[in-house]
């Protein structure tokens, strides 16, 4: 992985509040002297914090992202929903899509193919996030779930040149459990192939994502396929993130 451009996406979800400046701080010093790498840093806070961060982030390498918004194009009568628009305007330049806990909490496929339409509307990245539960797993289902929520997901999408896949196997998130490297392997090899022949992606982009920390990053970082990582957890410690960042180029 150590020669081509990786991104690492710090997703926070419901965590961070105003002292987070001084973890970003820490990181934002470590990129700027970092610099020979080829890799991104993305920090995708809660909205709360998206003002704060933006202003920080700017002139530095660290790039700045959504956790969600609203499907709607237009400002409207919302309660409680950001859109696109609103994002765009922080600075942002991702957005997240398809998380297994805002599908939990009822995202469909639809959903998240209406907010992907609006965010390429809004010139905004997309990071679409899909996964099997253990269930779909155990039931030998994983690659048709994921099938499904990738072609439902992008289904009557033309513009797919900014879109990032997160690769979040739902039973890995948050329970320290990772998937057997071979395994892991294969389906980022599947996803890869099924995103060029069947979505007509001509250079897609694969990230793994769910339980990724600065111990088991050396053993992540060998599926050479991979095009970087989703941190949860991990992400909040500027030097367990700054870690995993370095472990993967050594
Ligand atoms: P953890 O790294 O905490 O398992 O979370 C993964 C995730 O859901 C990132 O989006």
């Known amino acids: 992985m150590t020669n081509k451009f990786i991104h690492f996406i710090a997703n926070w979800k419901m965590f961070g509040d105003i002292n987070s400046i001084k973890s970003l701080n820490k990181v934002i010093k470590f990129s700027n002297i970092y610099k020979k790498k080829k890799f991104s840093i993305i920090y995708c806070p809660p909205y709360t914090l998206l003002n704060l961060f933006s202003r ?16 709607e194009q237009k400002n409207s009568a919302f309660t409680g929903s950001i859109s696109a628009k609103m ?29 992907i ?28 779930v994921l099938k499904n929520q990738i072609s439902r997901g992008l289904k009557g999408i033309k513009k797919k040149n900014n879109i990032l896949i997160a690769y979040e196997p739902i039973w890995s998130i ?14 980022i090899k599947y996803l890869k192939n099924f995103l060029i022949k069947k979505i007509k992606i ?11 920390n600065h111990k088991n990053i050396t053993y992540l970082k060998k599926i050479d396929i991979l095009d970087g990582f989703l941190i949860g957890g991990a992400s909040h410690s500027p030097k367990k993130f700054i870690d995993i960042i370095k472990k993967t180029f050594i």
């Open 56 to 71: 920080k982030v700017k002139n530095t390498r660290i790039l700045l992202g959504a956790q969600n918004c609203h499907h």
């Open 87 to 115: 994002i765009k305007k922080l600075g942002a330049k991702y957005v997240i899509v398809g998380h297994s806990e805002v599908r939990d909490a009822g995202e469909t496929d639809l959903l998240v193919n209406k907010k």
């Open 117 to 144: 339409k609006t965010l390429i509307d809004n010139n905004l990245k997309i990071i679409l996030c899909i996964g099997e539960t253990l269930s779909q797993k155990k039931k030998k289902q994983t690659f048709k």
């Open 174 to 187: 948050g329970t320290g459990i990772i998937p057997k490297i071979f395994d892991l392997d294969r389906k």
């Open 202 to 212: 001509k250079n897609p982009k694969v990230l793994y994502g769910g339980s990724v």
